[in-house]
């Protein structure tokens, strides 16, 4: 199986295969305006709602989207404001759904200042959420355009640089390279990302 499943990445069939894994990543699984309902929500039905959604991209069945604790620890951490009558407003779950995605990459203390100000733009009534929200969801859309495009590409240079090892170990070194590509790239992404958060801190101390 192992060995079958190198040789899935490899010759003519490593982009097949790619885009087999790519398929099963539900890549473009967001929440959308539709989906959200139109009253507020208890906290084991905004679960329900987030375990739904989002089931095709977790990495394992025993994976949890969403949790009680996860929950409660947003709140704690003000990473979302305050709830009323026990209950989850749209702003709320549009605020959960962004930091299910922001947490792939940052740390909750990251997040937390990258949302800060969002937070109190909608408890002041000073944003168009809906409006920022479909900006989010237009870019991510993009974003999946652009990385199948991306891929495509890495591929090709990683079997381009594995010809010149003339290893008998190839198809397996061939993973190892893909697998270290991909993930030297989301590091670059990340480090700048960080850097952003970094400058929300210094402008924040700034206006203090």
Known sequence: MYNEN???????YGMEHINQIINQLGLETNLTFD???KIDLYMDQVIQLFESKFKETKRNEDEKVLTKTMINNYAKGKLIFPIQNKKYSKEHLILISLIYQLKGALSINDIKVTLDGINKLIVKEELDVE????????LT???VVDFKEDIEQRVMEVKGEITSLQSEDSLFLEQVLMISSLVHMSNLYRR?????VDELVVEKRHKK
């Open 192 to 196: 700048v990302a960080e850097k952003l």
């Open 131 to 138: 409006s920022f929200y479909t900006s989010y969801l237009h």
């Open 141 to 143: 859309s993009q974003n």
């Open 6 to 12: 190198i040789m899935k990445m490899s010759g003519v």
């Open 35 to 37: 989906e959200i309902p």
